[in-house]
């Protein structure tokens, strides 16, 4: 692993973390001066950098550990938005406005984590995506869809995004969202899962909950092992699938549910409740039920 080196330009100045106002992702903006932000960086990864900066927000001390988001969308407005935005939140934000662009840099491996607009100039975002999750399976994609086309936001799910957001979104939501699939990401090279009561050892593949340990089979355990890895996420069957089963497999997706129905009662507490949500004509969230 290389050691990261900044840039010094614009892009990582550090912004006043006391500004707090939020500007409107639809609201006209001046387009930025395109291309300001070519990084000359070698990278650290996400994990090292964000080690030690916690849920902080802007500030020049979480500049070496800041983490590097790259946006591909061809709409200047959002582009300068969130630049804006991420940037007092702690993010070093750079910007491809076409698919083909987007993909090239977004297998530099310059980047902890892309946000990834579906209707591109060049590129479709669906095939962005896909040679993403060839190249570089690791790392997280959000896609950017517009309200109301669930199709497009089960198609990025399937195609491999981690999660998506809807457009028009606030700026504090998505970094939130930014930040828990960083350290999700983190979280994958430690060898113990927790969530909801329950713990998973990676190493000698046990399982309890609350204590009690829990005898689950190799498949039962992979599935459950990649839920806790994304708790809270949405995960379309299509996902699951593809994690658990691999990409050779040709069962249909009703294996999930099936596997699925095992892992609850097997993860049932004494009031029966279960922490695996159906999200429905989605698919499934690991959590406690809200
Ligand atoms: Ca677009």
Redesign the pocket.
């Known amino acids: 692993m290389q050691v990261a080196t900044r840039p010094t330009g614009a892009l990582v100045s550090g912004k006043d973390a006391g500004d707090d106002t939020e500007p409107d992702a639809q609201s006209p903006a001046a387009p930025d001066a395109a291309g300001g932000g070519e990084a000359d960086g070698a990278d650290a990864g996400a994990a090292d950098r964000l080690a030690d900066e916690g849920t902080k927000t802007g500030a020049g001390e979480a500049r070496r550990t800041r983490a590097r988001l790259l946006v591909i969308?061809?709409?200047p407005g959002?582009v300068d938005f969130l630049r804006r935005g991420l940037d007092s939140e702690g993010f070093v934000v750079e910007a491809a406005a076409d698919g083909r662009e987007g993909e090239r840099r977004a297998l530099s491996g310059e980047y902890d984590i892309v946000l990834l607009?579906?209707?591109?100039?060049g590129r479709s975002?669906l095939d962005v995506l896909r040679a993403i999750r060839r190249e570089r399976p690791r790392m997280p994609v959000i896609v950017?869809t517009a309200r109301g086309e669930l199709e497009d936001r089960v198609a990025g799910l399937d195609a491999g995004a981690v999660d998506y957001v809807v457009k028009p979104f606030s700026v504090a939501e998505l970094a939130a969202r930014l930040r828990a699939h960083l350290r999700a990401l983190e979280d994958a090279s430690s060898t113990t899962l927790r969530g909801a009561g329950i713990e998973v050892d990676l190493l000698t593949r046990t399982v309890r909950r609350e204590g009690r340990p829990i005898s689950l089979s190799m498949t039962e355990f992979e599935l459950l092992a990649y839920m806790l890895r994304n708790e809270g996420q949405v995960l379309s069957r299509e996902q699951l699938l593809r994690a658990v089963w691999g990409e050779e497999q040709d069962r249909g997706r009703n294996v999930v549910d099936v596997y699925i129905g095992y892992l609850r009662r097997k993860l049932a507490d004494q009031s029966g409740g279960s922490p695996i949500v159906t999200v429905r004509s989605v698919g499934y969230r690991f959590g406690e039920a809200g």
């Open positions: 969308e061809d709409e959002i607009d579906l209707m591109l100039p975002g950017l």
